[in-house]
Each structure stands twice: as C-alpha cells, then as structure tokens.
C-alpha cells in the first residue's frame, strides 16, 4: 500500500469514526518515519481573534496522538482512547494548523505494542506539537490506552 493511499485511508477514517474531524477540516499531510502530520484550515478553526480556536488546536493535538497509534498497531479493532493530557499554548496559530506527532523511541512503541498483544491493553504516552513557520505554537503531551 502506498503513503498516498495509507493517507487518503486514514483521513476517510478519522471523518467517518470522528464526525468532528471533517467539520474541522482534518486532513493527513503526510506518514512519514514513523510521523503524523495533521492539518486544519484557520478558516474552520478560528476565533474572535482569527486565530486558530485553542478547542481546534487541543482537538487536533489529541487527533494526532490517536492517529499514530492507530496506524502503528494497524489492529483495526483496538479501541484508542485519551486517559490525560497537558497542552501548552506558546504562540497564537494564525495560520493553517499542522499537527505533528512523531513516533516515540523504538523500544518505547515495541514495549506497547508487546503489551497490547500480550494483555490487549497498553498505555503509551505521546507528545505533539503544532507548529507555525518553523516555530513551534503548541505543545501537547498525552496518555493514551489501546484495548481490545
């Protein structure tokens, strides 16, 4: 399967299993190294500011995190869920947002998987980051848990 067709596939997924994600306008930009990029237009977005609403970039910032689980058990019957997470909000977005969640280390996301396959449950803890003109605006670290 190509990235293109791993991408359309994953953006089909998130509209149709998270009805949000297409009012926001979610779309997959890129898999890449073990990476999810998420964008977002402002125009959906957007506060009484025009800049991107903090909801929208918390939203995407969790979407990502779920995303790359979600394409790194490639076990579509795992239920992901959030437990908790923290955002900081460094700098306003105003522009389009674009969500970046790069794979934890190597032996971190065997570790998870290893449980998932062994207990059915694993938790695993993530970090995003929405970043604007090589500047980084958000930043988003959250638990996750992938059970059966």
């Not at 009012?23 to 025009?50: C, D, F, R, W, Y």
Request: proline share 3%.
């Amino acid at each position: 399967m190509t990235d293109e067709t791993i991408r359309r596939e994953t953006t089909k997924f998130l509209h149709e299993q998270i009805p949000i994600t297409k009012a926001m306008g979610v779309e997959v930009e890129s898999i890449a190294g073990g990476s999810l990029v998420l964008t977002a237009p402002l125009a959906a977005n957007h506060n009484h500011l025009g800049t991107a609403f903090g909801g929208s970039l918390g939203a995407i910032a969790t979407l990502a995190g779920y995303g790359l689980l979600w394409l790194q058990l490639g076990d579509r019957s795992a239920h992901i869920v959030i437990k908790s997470s923290s955002l900081r909000y460094l700098h306003p977005v105003r522009g389009g947002i674009r969500a970046v969640c790069k794979a934890p280390d190597g032996e971190l996301l065997a570790e998870f998987k290893a449980a998932f396959a062994k207990k059915d449950k694993a938790r695993i803890r993530l970090v995003v980051t929405i970043e604007e003109d090589d500047r980084v605006c958000v930043e988003f670290e959250g638990e996750y848990v992938a059970m059966r």
